[in-house]
Every structure is written in C-alpha cells, then in structure tokens.
C-alpha cells in the first residue's frame, strides 16, 4: 500500500505467485543437483477428521494471536529501538543531526553497492534489508522510522520498477533469524550458511531479473 496505493492487491497477489513459480524452480533444481536419487519413504499417520469445537478454535485464535503480539511487542518493538539508536548516533556516540552520518547509514552504505544493480542502492533501503534479517516485518518497521514515521517520502528512495525489485528481493531473501536457527538445528552450520547464501542469492538474482525486463518494457 505504501508503493503501490491504486492497486496493492494485484501487487501482492503478483508476490505471492512470484514466490511460489520460485520455490517451484529452485526445488527442481536442489531435485536434480543436491538431492539427487530415490526419494525416501515418508509415511505420516493423520488423525480423524471431526468437527472443531468453538472452544478449541477460540484457543487456537487467542494462542496464535497471543504470539504475534508478543513479537510485535519484543523482537520488532527491541528492533526499532536498535535502529532508532544506530541512526541517532555516530561511531562516537555523538547525536547527529543528519541521519546520513549515523552508525546506521554507515551500516547500509557497506551493503548499498549490492543492491545498485537492482535500482535501489540507497543507504535507507539497504539498512531496512539488513533489519530485515532480525524479522521480516523489520524491513517496514525500519523504513518509516528512517523517513520520519511516514511513508510519504518513499517515492523519492524508489520508482514503480524499483520498488517492485525491492519488494521482489524482500520476498526471497532469509525469512528470519528464528528460521535460521531451525535450519541450524536440523541441518548444521555448515548447511545453515548455505541455505542463507542460496536464498540471499536467488532473491537478488529475480529482483535483477525483475528490473531488467521491466526496464525493457520501459517501465523503468
């Protein structure tokens, strides 16, 4: 709704069949390179379907509720404290008045050349990405604390092709770091940091591949 306020649903709608064609693809890729041969059995055993009782679906609501709030009011809540520090602050600890000499506009200018080719090397852009990596939702948490609690801004950091690339590469890359650690847990730290690199990697390559054609139907 923020880039796109005419027609966020067919935006959205566009992500989500964008990351699902992509798991497709690379799953058939992982089936033909790192998971070669028979697959192994795998036998689950369900339970009977019955009707749900009001009074375990209401527990089941309030439980899922009940963690979302708890995220939202700790990792993301913790998350904007962090940035709010690192944006107010020099390498020194001095306050600054321009958010462009802050220890987090140091942190997003390392990671900005990344995402050039992909139209949105930008200290802010790259900063929020980097968020990102604590919890998704950082990404939007940290945007509008860096335009000044406002989204309206956000159009002179990004065009329509642009901001569909950023959106793109959002999509794909690492979930969170919670979702690493599971990998870690099942997989090892070796296979961790693989996984990280193949989904930072597939994610920049479709946001490229994203501003590319755009660009050719002169949508840039």
Excluded: H
Aim: glycine share 8%; net charge neutral; proline share 5%.
């Amino acid at each position: 709704a923020a880039f796109f306020p005419e027609c966020a649903p067919l935006v959205m709608i566009a992500l989500y069949l964008m990351g699902i064609v992509v798991g497709i693809l690379v799953a058939l890729v992982l089936k033909g390179t790192a998971f070669k041969g028979e697959a192994v059995p795998f036998v689950m055993e369900l339970p009977n379907y019955r009707m749900p009782g009001a009074k375990n679906v209401g527990q089941l609501l309030w439980e899922k509720a009940r963690d979302f709030l708890q995220r939202a009011f700790t990792v993301i809540f913790l998350a904007t404290i962090v940035i709010w520090f690192l944006q107010t602050f020099d390498v020194r600890l001095d306050v600054v008045s321009d958010q462009s000499q802050s220890m987090l506009a140091a942190l997003g200018a390392l990671l900005a050349p990344l995402f050039v080719p992909l139209g949105f090397g930008n200290w802010r852009a790259a900063a929020a990405l980097a968020a990102g990596f604590g919890a998704k939702e950082n990404v939007v948490a940290t945007l509008t604390v860096l335009m000044g609690g406002s989204t309206a801004g956000l159009p002179e950091l990004f065009s329509p092709l642009t901001a569909f690339s950023f959106l793109t590469f959002t999509l794909l890359y690492t979930p969170c770091v919670a979702a690493v650690s599971a990998v870690k847990a099942e997989l090892g730290t070796r296979m961790m940091w693989a996984v990280v690199a193949m989904q930072c990697g597939v994610a920049w390559v479709v946001a490229l591949v994203v501003r590319l054609v755009g660009m050719a139907l002169g949508l840039g």
